[in-house]
């Protein structure tokens, strides 16, 4: 099994994702070691000595004032991460659980909080066995990091509370350890601050919605030209020249795949004899490249801030390089949050087009010739007048979970945390709104396919009949009368979801930007 190595300097995002995803191994290197022995040290000197060390030798948050007497640091150290364990609502899912506790581990294996090398290992030990703590929806405000899902994850390495094991069952945790034979941590000074102080939830969303989005945005290019084609629109509009003028990195690659997928095609400005002359196509169709590629920038954006919050060690108080323990605010999710809400906004407003589009198919007045919602013996049929509803829905929801979450803020801790960012529910909203997009790029997909192949007599593009191929070799039917259509819709929606579109067009066009 492909096993990814942890070293003081951070990690990567597909490190990240094999780990959440693909259950990587974790393992730590002897720089790592080193530097989580070092910092040890800074600490364990600073817990000898009388003077209060915030982290150390005190309470926390508002209680921070309190200097803690040697004899109850263990207990100190136990009850935060008890007292903090406050999550409620339904249960977040096993990626995102271990995204978090591995990101968690990264900034631990930085050498910068003063946790020992031992509680690391055991971090990664729980990773490899397949425990999973049971971490709930509810109870992170995205500042001095997520702070009840992190605990939850800590609860796990004493032994405490509710995990699911690798065969799924929920369990207790020290149940699931002792089967797997792994010691629960005794936490010393410190190391319950440490465990639950980072943004390493709303980081690990984001990393996984980047890599979802970017197969996304490469399906959304594919289906508006399938619906470009199923409209007889033109393809001129996508020309590198045109574009050159307005040089938006993600525009350019948006107009450049549509423009692949339709290479060869019969149907592009094919327009209707008895129709009047179309001198362009409608916004959804003609701006679909400046839409998508703006989507593609903010992408980039996010990557670039996912990127540096990889590199970095959040946690308060940090141990640095020189032996000070310092107090510092890198722990609030700002800049994070803002890119989970970014996203959400052009995800909005990518679904938002892509259901333009659709609807423009259903209606034989703006369809150029195709039957009344694609239907078969339209009046007896429906055709996909309702899949349209339900991609409307889908939109209408979308443009709700695009409200920022990061623009609220709500005081907590008898105001001593008196700004917060919101970073973890901007991650779940955006986790719902990236379900929808896929649903959303399905319902287009569906309807362009069976546009195109409506168009008797014309040829589409060897693309598109790939695209076309694969989508029925997945047992996603073709134009008929009505049928049980929620089947179909699903079996499209996986089809996306795991890149089979992107994939089975990428060996004609060549891989897409």
């Known amino acids: 099994m492909h096993s990814v190595v942890l070293g003081p300097s951070g990690t990567t995002a597909q490190d990240v994702i094999d780990v959440a995803r693909h259950d990587a191994r974790v393992e730590l290197s002897a720089e790592a070691v080193e530097a989580l022995a ?92 397949g425990i999973t703590p049971v971490v709930h929806e509810y109870g992170s405000l995205g500042c001095s990091g997520d702070l009840a899902p992190l605990s939850h994850c800590a609860l796990t390495l004493m032994g405490e509370g509710d995990a699911e094991g690798p065969d799924g069952t929920v369990r207790p945790a020290g149940e699931l350890l002792a089967a797997a034979g792994i010691q629960p941590v005794e936490l010393r000074e410190k190391e319950g601050l440490a465990l639950l102080n ?44 045109l574009h050159a003028i307005r040089p938006h990195p993600g525009q350019g690659a948006s107009a450049a795949n549509m423009l692949a997928v339709l290479k060869g095609s019969g149907l592009t400005g094919h327009f209707q004899a008895d129709e009047a002359p179309r001198v362009q196509d409608a916004y959804s169709v003609r701006c679909a490249p400046q839409v998508a590629g703006a989507g593609r920038d903010t992408l980039a954006h996010a990557r670039l801030v996912a990127e540096r919050e990889l590199a970095s060690a959040v946690d308060n108080p940090v141990v640095l390089q020189d032996g000070q323990v310092r107090s510092n605010g890198n722990f609030h999710g700002a800049p994070v949050a803002y890119v ?49 509803y339900t991609q409307a829905a889908l939109v209408s929801e979308m443009k709700r979970l695009a409200v920022p979450a990061s623009a609220d803020s709500i005081p907590s801790s008898a105001m001593q945390e008196d700004h917060v960012s919101m970073g973890w529910s901007a991650a779940r909203k955006l986790r719902t709104a990236i379900g929808n997009l896929n649903r959303i790029i399905a319902v287009e997909l569906y309807a362009a396919t069976r546009g195109i192949e409506l168009r ?58």
């Not at 084609?229 to 020309?239: C, D, N, P």
């Open 456 to 513: 008797h007599g014309l040829t589409p593009a060897p693309a598109s009949r790939a695209a076309i191929d694969a989508l029925r070799a997945a047992g996603v039917q073709g134009p008929g009368p009505d049928r049980f259509l929620a089947p179909d819709l699903e079996a499209a929606d996986v089809f996306v979801r795991e890149g089979k579109l992107v994939a089975a067009v990428e060996p004609v066009t060549g891989p897409l930007a």
């Open 38 to 129: 070092a910092s040890r040290a800074v600490v364990d000197a600073l817990a000898a000595k009388p003077e209060p060390v915030y982290g150390v030798s005190t309470g926390f948050g508002a209680l921070a004032t309190r200097h803690i007497s040697h004899e109850l640091r263990a207990q100190l150290q136990r009850n935060i991460v008890r007292s903090h364990a406050a999550g409620m609502g339904p249960r977040v899912e096993r990626e995102v659980v271990r995204a978090l506790m591995f990101l968690r581990l990264k900034t631990v294996a930085s050498g910068h909080t003063g946790v020992r090398p031992e509680v690391a290992r055991t971090m990664a030990d729980v990773l490899n066995a």
């Open 340 to 388: 989970l809400d970014f996203l959400a906004i052009a995800a909005a407003d990518l679904g938002s087009i892509a259901e333009r589009r659709t609807d423009r198919l259903l209606d034989k007045n703006r369809s150029h010739g195709l039957p009344p919602f694609l239907a078969d013996d339209a009046g007896v049929d429906s055709g996909l007048m309702i899949a349209q």
């Open 198 to 241: 980072g943004t390493d939830g709303m980081l690990g969303m984001l990393i996984m919605a980047l890599a979802d989005l970017d197969t996304l945005y490469k399906s959304a290019d594919i289906t508006a030209a399938l619906s470009l084609e199923a409209l007889l629109g033109t393809e001129k509009v996508l020309e590198p020249e």
